[in-house]
């Protein structure tokens, strides 16, 4: 019998019944969603170039600038995605990037005019490059702790696929159907790959399911009678606002702006640079063959040694790898010198994209990672928007692209002072802070 006081209790979330544990689900989901992202990236957009500059009668430099323009649009928008994805969950948000990514391409099929462009490139950064990059990574972060950076490796494993599938992708369909045309089948594509995937398989947490992260079983209760994680600390959960308001965030973010910056800068010039330098088109393009292999296996030298050592202290690591790269980008004069930078660059591309996805969730914790990675990621993105410009300078003012790699080297030094600046994760301050189990 009950009385009026009496309120049923909720029902628990009834536990999944799969004979493995779901979060590797999610992490096949999560590596699709990175893979289908390729459509907002620069290597796509990279062989439509010609095809904008001959058909809408722009100068290259005009395409350029509306790609950076719209490439800072899309860092603004990203907060906006991330707080969106802590308030409605990774399936509708997975599933409304990648509707929007279609219709974004849809769009660049029928650009004439240059605003019309800027829209296209705003959308495609936005949902691409950004949307389409924070929730997976959000997804594996949330599903995985202990096993997170590993997880994290094997999620980009999609991009890096991408990176070079859709390049030869892209070109293919233009020799085929002319460039607004494949516009059209590039978006079909999205669509085809993730929306059913996403709406079928994707939940929003191990938790909602009754499960525990990384497939880890309840231990005996504690004292308050609630069941702990096995051979699992506590997770401190930071307030967005907890976060911005510490340096810790903005040093981190600072941390990550020279792996956006000069990888995205390096990319986007690489091949007028190494043919500066007497080698061929067809020589500097092939390094980006070499580039997407050694990036995967850096991506899971990192997820080994984040086990091991703190992530603060293999960013800075990195920042060494970043100036490495430019010097042997400096002295190549032969086609072994570049492949040589490829393979240096690719690999320290790799390690520090992975310590970047493992940074936010060590650091801030899970429950509001959406919204605190989408301040982080609009550092990032606008990073990488600005990274062309030092080299664009370089060759306007001075006829060499000399003194802009030397402008990149001289940042990762201060990004690795950053980093091991941050300190030690920690609690969260002020007596708002949540914790998880």
């Not at 950076?68 to 969106?84: C, Y």
């Not at 999620?155 to 390049?167: C, D, K, Q, R, T």
């Not at 401190?236 to 976060?243: D, E, G, L, N, R």
């Not at 080994?304 to 100036?323: K, M, S, T």
Request: a positive charge; charged letters at 10%.
């Amino acid at each position: 019998m009950t009385t009026k006081n009496d309120t049923p209790s909720p029902s628990p979330p009834r536990v999944a019944r799969t004979p493995f544990y779901y979060g590797w689900v999610i992490l096949v989901i999560a590596a699709l969603g990175s893979f289908a992202s390729a459509p907002g990236q620069t290597f796509t957009f990279s062989v439509f170039q010609d095809s904008f500059i001959n058909d809408l009668n722009l100068s290259s430099t005009s395409v350029s600038t509306l790609y950076l323009f719209g490439s800072l649009t899309a860092a603004g928008m990203i907060i906006f995605v991330g707080r969106s994805l802590d308030r409605f969950g990774p399936r509708r948000m997975m599933v409304f990037a990648v509707v929007c990514l279609g219709l974004g391409a849809m769009w660049l099929s029928q650009v004439s005019a240059t605003w019309q462009l800027f829209v296209g490139f705003a959308i495609m950064r936005t949902m691409g490059q950004g949307a389409l990059s924070l929730i997976p990574a959000t997804m594996v972060s949330v599903w995985f702790v202990r096993k997170r950076p590993m997880a994290l490796a094997i999620m980009g494993l999609g991009g890096a696929v991408a990176s070079g599938i859709y390049p030869f992708y892209g070109a293919t369909l233009i020799d085929a159907f002319g460039w607004r045309t494949a516009w059209v089948v590039i978006a079909v594509t999205a669509w085809a790959l993730l929306i059913i995937p996403a709406i079928v398989f994707i939940r929003t947490s191990p938790e909602s399911i009754g499960l525990l992260p990384d497939g880890d079983k309840a231990k005996d209760s504690d004292d308050s009678g609630k069941p702990e994680r096995k051979s699992e600390a506590r997770e401190h959960s930071w307030t967005v606002k907890q976060a911005t308001r510490s340096r810790i965030l903005w040093l981190l973010i600072f941390a990550g702006s020279a792996q956006s910056l000069v990888g995205t800068g390096v990319a986007f010039q690489q091949v007028s640079i190494m043919t500066s330098k007497g080698l061929s088109i067809g020589a500097a393009a092939g390094v980006f063959g070499i580039m997407a292999p050694t990036a995967i296996a850096g991506q899971f030298i990192a997820g080994y040694l984040a086990n091991r050592f703190q992530v603060r202290y293999l960013i800075a690591v990195g920042q060494g790898g970043l100036v490495l790269a430019m010097i042997v980008l400096l002295n190549t004069g032969e086609l072994w010198h570049a492949y040589a930078y490829g393979v240096v660059l690719g690999l320290n591309q790799g390690f520090l994209m992975n310590l970047n996805q493992i940074v936010w969730p060590a650091y801030f914790g899970r429950k509001n990672l959406g919204s605190i990675k989408g301040v982080a990621n609009f550092g990032m993105m606008a990073s990488a928007a600005l990274g062309p410009l030092p080299l664009a300078l370089s060759i306007d003012q001075t006829g060499s692209y000399t003194i802009g790699l030397y402008a990149y080297m001289a940042l990762p030094p201060l990004c690795g002072l950053a980093a091991i600046l941050a300190g030690k994760p920690g609690r969260a301050p002020r007596s708002s802070l949540q914790t998880t189990s």
